[in-house]
Each structure stands twice: as structure tokens, then as C-alpha cells.
T-cell receptor, first 114, second 116 residues
């Protein structure tokens, strides 16, 4: 158990809908990272927040957005969902924002878009 | 383009045999390199990481990796594989994408099967 929690574990929804994925980092960690893992794209970095501020951006679509709240939990919002958005979404956390920080991964949220 | 490549999609080894998983990177400087393991239905767990210094890095669960600048490689090794090592292994590198943008780039993964 990494100490990172993600809810829900599974999510099934329809095309065009909007969903919110939630992540609670390990106690004391200030950074939260979001990743998407799909069969065709592999594991891709989406976005990083550090202490409430956006720190780095990866291959995140404009239909997706994220935020980190004062209590440091984070939410990833996915809108206008398409079949291709079906994937496993991981959240990770680390103590700081530095490159040498180890990231601790949550168990993931499996999103299925029908 | 900056990238991390794992040439082997799937590897099968016998229990007790040695293991080497390959990882190559393409980057103008030395990236920070990592190996992660993902067991079925689980998130990723860090096995080891390399930033600088000694090129042979020891990790958890008996794994080690060797950084070879001349070959742009960071191969993962284990002298004797256990059935519980069956999982997917990801090599990753932290690379600078300009300005303050650094991100972790993952290879496509190597799925390890262990035969009894």
C-alpha cells in the first residue's frame, strides 16, 4: 500500500458525459501527478500539481482539467468523453516538486466509456 | 526526439534463472532514470533510480540496474527470479521539455512471465 488513495476504483459512463476522478496523496506529500494508461498509448504523464499550483503539463487534452485543493487532494475532470478515453488513470504523489523525488502511485481508477 | 525504449514486449524465464530487462534512452544529457514494477491490478512501485554517481544501482526485491552512458542503456537485472516477480516492468526517464517543464517519460513496458 503506497498511501495514495484513488476513488472510484471503477467508473462506467457513456460518450459525451463528464466524470471526476479523485486522488488523496500520501500524508505530507505536496505534489500530485496524473497519468493515463491505455493499451494503445501506454503510460502517459498528464499533469502535475505542487502545493496547489500547476507545475508541469504533459499530454493532457483540452477536454481534461485538474486541480489541487488546499487540503492537497486532487481531482481530474474529464469531459465530453470519447470511447478512446477508456483507460486506467493513475495518481501519484511525492514530497516535493524536485526531479529526484520518488513518486508513489495509487491503485488507479479504471474508466470505461461506452 | 527524447524517448525511453524497452525493446522486449514480453519475456519468459524459468524460476531461479537470471533476468535482464533492457532499456534504452534517447536524450541529449543524462536523464534521471527509474525502473517501476506493476503487478496485475496494482499501481506502479519504484524498484530503483539513478541520478548520478555509481553506475550500478541496487534496488528493492533483489533487483539492480546498470547505467551505461556509451550505450544509452539502463538495464535491469536480477540473479535469480522468483515466481512472484511475474509482473510488468517499466523503465522511465525524467527529461527536460524546455523551460521548467520536466516530465517522466515511460517506456512501453516489458511483461515478465515466470515458468515453474
Amino acid at each position: 500500500d503506497s498511501g495514495v488513495t484513488q476513488t472510484p476504483k471503477h467508473l462506467i459512463t457513456a460518450t459525451g458525459q463528464r466524470v471526476t476522478l479523485r486522488c488523496s496523496p500520501r500524508s505530507g506529500d505536496l505534489s500530485v501527478y496524473w497519468y493515463q494508461q491505455s493499451l494503445d498509448q501506454g503510460l502517459q504523464f498528464l499533469i502535475q500539481y505542487y502545493n496547489g499550483e500547476e507545475r508541469a503539463k504533459g499530454n493532457i487534452l483540452e477536454r481534461f482539467s485538474a486541480q489541487q485543493f488546499p487540503d492537497l487532494h486532487s481531482e481530474l475532470n474529464l469531459s465530453s468523453l470519447e470511447l478512446g478515453d477508456s483507460a486506467l488513470y493513475f495518481c501519484a504523489s511525492s514530497p516535493g516538486a524536485g526531479l529526484t523525488d520518488t513518486q508513489y502511485f495509487g491503485p488507479g481508477t479504471r474508466l470505461t466509456v461506452l | 526526439a527524447q524517448s525511453v525504449t524497452q525493446p522486449d514486449i514480453h519475456i519468459t524465464v524459468s524460476e531461479g534463472a537470471s533476468l535482464e530487462l533492457r532499456c534504452n534512452y534517447s536524450y541529449g544529457a543524462t536523464p534521471y532514470l527509474f525502473w517501476y514494477v506493476q503487478s496485475p491490478g496494482q499501481g506502479l512501485q519504484l524498484l530503483l533510480k539513478y541520478f548520478s554517481g555509481d553506475t550500478l544501482v541496487q534496488g528493492i526485491k533483489g533487483f539492480e540496474a546498470e547505467f551505461k552512458r556509451s550505450q544509452s542503456s539502463f538495464n535491469l537485472r536480477k540473479p535469480s527470479v522468483h515466481w512472484s516477480d511475474a509482473a510488468e516492468y517499466f523503465c522511465a526517464g525524467y527529461m527536460n521539455y524546455g523551460g521548467a517543464t520536466n516530465k517522466l517519460i515511460f517506456g512501453t513496458g516489458t511483461l515478465l512471465a515466470v515458468q515453474p
